[in-house]
Protein backbone atom coordinates (compact mmCIF):
# COMPACT_ATOMS: atom_id res chain seq x y z
CA UNK A 1 0.00 0.00 0.00
CA UNK A 2 1.36 3.16 -1.04
CA UNK A 3 1.92 6.07 1.78
CA UNK A 4 -0.04 9.00 1.38
CA UNK A 5 2.14 12.34 -0.30
CA UNK A 6 0.59 15.28 -1.93
CA UNK A 7 2.82 17.85 -3.75
CA UNK A 8 1.47 20.82 -4.83
CA UNK A 9 2.97 23.04 -7.62
CA UNK A 10 2.86 26.28 -8.35
CA UNK A 11 4.54 29.30 -9.80
CA UNK A 12 5.18 32.70 -7.93
CA UNK A 13 7.62 35.68 -10.31
CA UNK A 14 8.85 33.01 -11.82
CA UNK A 15 10.17 30.50 -9.42
CA UNK A 16 8.62 26.60 -9.21
CA UNK A 17 7.16 25.83 -6.34
CA UNK A 18 6.67 22.45 -4.71
CA UNK A 19 4.38 21.84 -1.53
CA UNK A 20 4.61 18.44 -0.09
CA UNK A 21 2.41 17.51 3.00
CA UNK A 22 2.50 13.55 4.15
CA UNK A 23 4.99 11.03 4.16
CA UNK A 24 7.63 10.14 1.50
CA UNK A 25 9.27 6.74 1.97
CA UNK A 26 9.96 3.29 -0.24
CA UNK A 27 6.03 3.34 -1.28
CA UNK A 28 5.91 6.88 -2.99
CA UNK A 29 9.36 8.36 -3.58
CA UNK A 30 9.84 6.57 -7.16
CA UNK A 31 6.40 8.21 -8.68
CA UNK A 32 6.89 11.39 -6.66
CA UNK A 33 10.35 12.46 -7.96
CA UNK A 34 9.94 11.16 -11.44
CA UNK A 35 6.80 13.65 -11.78
CA UNK A 36 8.99 16.54 -9.91
CA UNK A 37 12.31 15.58 -12.76
CA UNK A 38 9.68 16.49 -15.04
CA UNK A 39 8.19 19.30 -13.73
CA UNK A 40 11.51 21.37 -13.34
CA UNK A 41 12.69 20.15 -16.67
CA UNK A 42 10.01 21.77 -18.92
CA UNK A 43 10.10 24.65 -16.01
CA UNK A 44 11.92 27.98 -18.13
CA UNK A 45 12.56 29.68 -14.75
CA UNK A 46 14.82 27.34 -13.55
CA UNK A 47 14.26 28.85 -9.84
CA UNK A 48 13.15 26.17 -7.51
CA UNK A 49 11.82 25.84 -3.84
CA UNK A 50 11.00 23.08 -2.23
CA UNK A 51 8.68 24.04 0.68
CA UNK A 52 8.39 21.06 3.30
CA UNK A 53 5.90 22.65 5.97
CA UNK A 54 3.39 19.76 6.00
CA UNK A 55 5.73 16.91 5.64
CA UNK A 56 6.23 14.86 8.75
CA UNK A 57 8.68 12.35 6.83
CA UNK A 58 11.03 11.46 4.63
CA UNK A 59 13.62 8.30 4.11
CA UNK A 60 16.75 8.37 2.52
CA UNK A 61 15.45 7.23 -0.76
CA UNK A 62 13.94 10.79 -0.75
CA UNK A 63 16.91 12.25 0.39
CA UNK A 64 19.52 10.99 -2.20
CA UNK A 65 16.63 12.38 -4.72
CA UNK A 66 16.30 15.99 -3.44
CA UNK A 67 20.45 16.17 -3.17
CA UNK A 68 20.24 14.93 -6.86
CA UNK A 69 18.11 17.19 -8.04
CA UNK A 70 19.83 19.79 -6.36
CA UNK A 71 23.04 18.81 -8.22
CA UNK A 72 20.98 18.71 -11.83
CA UNK A 73 20.55 22.67 -10.22
CA UNK A 74 24.16 23.50 -9.52
CA UNK A 75 25.16 22.20 -12.01
CA UNK A 76 23.27 24.13 -14.59
CA UNK A 77 23.63 27.26 -12.45
CA UNK A 78 19.79 27.57 -11.67
CA UNK A 79 19.04 27.94 -7.99
CA UNK A 80 17.10 25.84 -5.41
CA UNK A 81 15.98 26.29 -1.69
CA UNK A 82 14.29 24.55 1.07
CA UNK A 83 11.74 26.12 3.48
CA UNK A 84 9.48 25.73 5.99
CA UNK A 85 10.81 22.27 7.83
CA UNK A 86 8.78 20.63 10.23
CA UNK A 87 11.48 20.31 12.95
CA UNK A 88 11.89 16.48 12.60
CA UNK A 89 12.31 16.66 8.82
CA UNK A 90 14.79 19.46 9.80
CA UNK A 91 16.98 17.59 12.12
CA UNK A 92 16.89 14.43 9.52
CA UNK A 93 18.45 17.22 6.45
CA UNK A 94 20.66 18.56 9.43
CA UNK A 95 22.43 14.99 10.63
CA UNK A 96 23.05 14.11 6.77
CA UNK A 97 24.31 17.42 5.68
CA UNK A 98 21.85 18.22 2.96
CA UNK A 99 21.16 21.50 4.80
CA UNK A 100 24.87 22.73 4.38
CA UNK A 101 24.60 22.15 0.68
CA UNK A 102 21.35 23.62 -0.47
CA UNK A 103 20.35 26.76 1.03
CA UNK A 104 17.73 26.28 3.99
CA UNK A 105 15.33 29.44 4.75
CA UNK A 106 12.91 29.60 7.63
CA UNK A 107 9.87 30.63 5.60
CA UNK A 108 9.44 30.14 1.78
CA UNK A 109 8.82 34.45 1.54
CA UNK A 110 12.71 34.10 2.50
CA UNK A 111 13.32 31.91 -0.17
CA UNK A 112 10.95 34.15 -2.53
CA UNK A 113 13.21 36.83 -1.85
CA UNK A 114 16.32 35.62 -2.15
CA UNK A 115 15.47 34.04 -5.72
CA UNK A 116 14.43 37.63 -6.88
Do not use: R
Request: charged share 25%; hydrophobic share 40%; with cysteine.
Amino acid sequence: METLVEVNKKEQNGIIIFEFSGELDETNADKTFTAIYEDIWGFAGKKIIFNLANLKYLNSKSIGYIADIYSNVEENEWQMYISDCDEWVKDVLELVGITTIIPTVDTVHQAVEALS
